[in-house]
């Protein structure tokens, strides 16, 4: 079975702290994506890599930026978290189109 | 990018109900999968099913490319089958979701 997992559960931050969230897969999966899921708006591609090294924008990228320097991990980081961060992130990986997902992060910025 | 459209947004089923969940998305895709989202987060893989007909246990689910629609039927739905249901498409990696259908089963 793939096994996608997150750093945390649960994250309370503050207002301007860089924040890291690590993101690992155990299936030599080449993509790896970040999304946030709000309510009324629904799941949200930020970032996506398809390889080490590589990046590429999704449709929220402001705001984040994202390092894969080994092809398991995948890490979204908040260069100076604001309250308007506060959200469920949700990684996941894929070597086909079929993408699957961790657990997910409940991040909320004070 | 594509938009998605799932119906209904809700629904409350007597335990033991049969039911059908639609998705309508406005372009060609090649990757389609259907997700249930569980009470803690996590978005559990139920179908990767970008055309054809696919079952596994109760659950089962079509999707007609040509129509631009998909399909998940429950059947004989239990009380653990409660969650949000999210359909999401692409032409490629970027996944477009749905806004879900919540579904609830009562005892």
């Given at each position: 079975d793939v096994k996608v997992t997150q750093s945390s559960r649960y994250l309370v931050k503050r207002t301007g702290e860089k924040v890291f969230l690590e993101c690992v897969q155990d299936?030599?999966?080449?993509n790896m994506f970040w999304y946030r899921q709000d309510p009324g708006l629904g799941l949200r591609l930020i970032y996506f890599s398809y390889d080490v090294k590589m990046k590429e924008k999704g449709d929220i990228p402001e705001g984040y930026s994202v390092s894969r320097e080994k092809k398991e991990r995948f890490s979204l980081i908040l260069e100076s978290a604001s309250t308007n961060q506060t959200s469920m992130y949700l990684c996941a990986s894929s070597i086909t189109l079929e993408q699957f997902f961790g657990p997910g992060t409940r991040l909320t910025v004070l | 990018g594509i938009q998605v459209e799932q119906s209904p947004p809700d629904l409350i089923l007597q335990e033991g109900a049969n039911s059908t969940l639609r998705c309508n998305f406005s372009d060609s895709v090649n990757n389609l999968q259907w997700f249930h989202q569980n009470p803690w987060g996590q978005l559990i893989n139920l179908f990767y099913i970008p055309s054809g007909t696919k079952q596994n246990g109760r659950l089962s689910a079509t999707t007609v490319a040509t129509e631009r629609y998909s399909l998940l039927y429950i059947s004989s739905s239990q009380t653990t089958d409660s969650g949000v249901y999210f359909c999401a498409v692409a032409f490629d990696y970027k996944l477009s979701f749905g806004a879900g259908t919540t579904v609830t089963v009562r005892a």
């Amino acid at each position: 079975d793939v096994k996608v997992t997150q750093s945390s559960r649960y994250l309370v931050k503050r207002t301007g702290e860089k924040v890291f969230l690590e993101c690992v897969q155990d299936m030599d999966h080449e993509n790896m994506f970040w999304y946030r899921q709000d309510p009324g708006l629904g799941l949200r591609l930020i970032y996506f890599s398809y390889d080490v090294k590589m990046k590429e924008k999704g449709d929220i990228p402001e705001g984040y930026s994202v390092s894969r320097e080994k092809k398991e991990r995948f890490s979204l980081i908040l260069e100076s978290a604001s309250t308007n961060q506060t959200s469920m992130y949700l990684c996941a990986s894929s070597i086909t189109l079929e993408q699957f997902f961790g657990p997910g992060t409940r991040l909320t910025v004070l | 990018g594509i938009q998605v459209e799932q119906s209904p947004p809700d629904l409350i089923l007597q335990e033991g109900a049969n039911s059908t969940l639609r998705c309508n998305f406005s372009d060609s895709v090649n990757n389609l999968q259907w997700f249930h989202q569980n009470p803690w987060g996590q978005l559990i893989n139920l179908f990767y099913i970008p055309s054809g007909t696919k079952q596994n246990g109760r659950l089962s689910a079509t999707t007609v490319a040509t129509e631009r629609y998909s399909l998940l039927y429950i059947s004989s739905s239990q009380t653990t089958d409660s969650g949000v249901y999210f359909c999401a498409v692409a032409f490629d990696y970027k996944l477009s979701f749905g806004a879900g259908t919540t579904v609830t089963v009562r005892a």
